[in-house]
């Protein structure tokens, strides 16, 4: 019967199911980083072999653009440097959105959404995302008083042992 157990025995269960807790969640952990991982080392592949091919591409259109503008009646370092700069502004201007993309990455939502939940329910309502300001910090709530009951040694110490009991 639960209310025979002692309170050591209720320590070690509980200590249990709290080690057991802790490796399921870096399980989840793992597996998800696992996946991820899987999915942004593929997606590197692709776009550097794109990335290969349309900087051949971007050498080749660069050529014909600046002897397109020599034909046109500029000077040839004029049309040349016409290109430079235009490339310059759209490298500077693909930087930009590559950045900000990487801003908004958000890993590990169902993870970070299960440690919430052992926080405590009024934690874990609702996913707020990141960029949102935290609550204003609620008042503190009076202490509790003192704990008066029986402590650990006294807890149980009127049974018999295990041992005696045979």
């Known amino acids: 019967?639960?209310?025979?157990?002692?309170?050591?025995?209720?320590?070690?269960?509980?200590?249990h199911h709290i080690s057991t807790l802790v490796r399921s969640e870096?399980?989840?952990?793992?597996a998800e980083l696992k996946f991820d991982a899987k999915r942004v080392g593929t997606a590197a592949g692709l776009f550097g072999a794109a990335a290969f091919i349309g900087?051949?591409?971007?050498?080749?259109?660069?050529?014909?653009i600046?002897?397109?503008?020599?034909?046109?009646?500029?000077?040839?370092?004029?049309?040349?440097?016409?290109?430079?700069?235009?490339?310059?502004?759209?490298?500077?201007?693909?930087?930009?959105?590559g950045y900000r993309r990487l801003k908004g990455l958000t890993g590990m939502k169902r993870t970070r959404r299960s440690?919430?939940?052992?926080?405590g329910p009024e934690e874990a309502e609702e996913e707020l995302p990141e960029r949102v300001p935290a609550p204003a910090p609620r008042p503190a709530a009076p202490a509790p008083p003192p704990y008066t009951g029986p402590t650990a040694g006294q807890v149980g110490a009127h049974r018999e042992s295990v041992s005696d009991a045979g």
């Open 1 to 15: 019967m639960p209310e025979d157990e002692s309170l050591g025995a209720l320590v070690a269960q509980a200590s």
């Open 26 to 30: 870096i399980e989840l952990a793992k």
């Open 55 to 64: 900087h051949l591409c971007l050498i080749l259109a660069s050529f014909a």
């Open 66 to 97: 600046a002897y397109a503008l020599v034909a046109a009646g500029l000077a040839t370092w004029l049309a040349f440097t016409i290109v430079t700069v235009f490339y310059l502004l759209m490298a500077g201007l693909l930087v930009l959105v």
């Open 115 to 119: 440690l919430r939940g052992l926080a």
